[in-house]
């Protein structure tokens, strides 16, 4: 069973900050003082399984103080959007559901908050093949596929409308 839940920051930043730099270079690395920082403008929730976190999504919404270009890319196309800045699913988690299951929370608290979008972007270059398949899969679109010269990365920017949750 996946329970969901608010992360307790900040006491439960360690154990995050363990499962997002090991997702490197999926997503990018933080440490205690960034990761706080970005929560305080955003969202953490995290998914437990037998009473471990198995996993978190860090989401956020329009107008935020926030320096990605790719935040800033939907910010500037959308006034109301639900930004997935990452999601993280521990290696011995995966494959459990625990990505759908917070992916299934990220669309309930965006249509709870009234937004009718998701936004988020995912790993072209470096390659990053899973995700890709899994936001298809959970009917994201690709709308266009941009390179980031701040993370020398090619990301695919991808949403889904909230009615489709």
Not at 25 to 42: M, Q, S, T, Y
Not at 88 to 107: H, Q
Not at 133 to 158: I, P, Q
Request: proline share 5%; hydrophobic share 45%; charged share 25%.
């Amino acid at each position: 069973m996946i329970d969901l839940r608010t992360a307790h920051l900040p006491q439960e930043t360690d154990a995050l900050l363990v499962l997002n730099n090991a997702a490197v270079p999926a997503v990018n690395a933080l440490d205690a003082e960034a990761f706080d920082a970005l929560a305080a403008i955003g969202e953490v929730r995290v998914a437990l399984s037998d009473g471990v976190i198995a996993g978190f999504v860090l989401t956020l919404g329009p107008g935020r103080d926030y320096a990605s270009l790719n935040y800033r890319w939907f910010d500037g196309r959308y006034d109301a959007f639900w930004y997935v800045d990452r999601v993280i699913v521990g290696e011995v988690a995966r494959g459990k559901g625990v990505g759908r299951a917070l992916y299934d929370d990220v669309m309930t608290r965006a249509k709870l908050k009234g937004f009718p979008r998701v936004c988020a972007e995912v790993n072209v270059e470096p390659p990053n093949p899973v995700s890709i398949a899994f936001h298809k899969s959970a009917g994201f679109l690709v709308l266009e596929e941009r390179y980031n010269g701040e993370d020398d990365k090619t990301v695919a920017m991808m949403t889904r409308p909230v009615e489709a949750a």
